[in-house]
């Protein structure tokens, strides 16, 4: 029937290889690529894009998947009016597991996506 997932220690043991660890980086920027390519409605292209930004963001920032999940516009800063500049995510100290408040700056590839994805 299904075989077991195993330990954990066997199922990270992939992430020690740095090519792997390469290619896992690299995954959401092919993403980025490569949905400007699909030929899907805007509904469905709008996931694709909303996938790739959470692993866009989760690359750069470490975050657990429910603070991603809950992520909204207050937490997004932009250095500039109307989404435009640099951007950073912004959490207060009850938001995050250590208690304190805390700032993420985000690269440009993340923000573009993100804009893209809010649009």
């Given at each position: ?38 030929k ?49 995510l ?30």
């Amino acid at each position: 029937l299904h075989k077991p997932l195993g330990t954990a220690r066997e199922r990270a043991r992939p992430l020690k290889s740095e090519a792997n660890m390469a290619e896992l980086f690299l995954v959401p920027f092919a993403m980025q690529r490569e949905i400007s390519k699909l030929k899907l409605g805007a509904r469905r292209k709008a996931l694709h894009v909303q996938l790739a930004t959470a692993l866009l963001i989760l690359t750069f920032c470490p975050l657990r998947v429910s603070t991603l999940a809950s992520l909204s516009e207050r937490h997004l800063v932009w250095s500039r009016p109307n989404r435009k500049g640099e951007l950073s995510l912004e959490f207060g100290e009850d938001e995050l597991k250590n208690g304190e408040p805390a700032s993420m700056p985000l690269p440009r590839e993340v923000s573009d996506l993100l804009r893209l994805y809010l649009e």
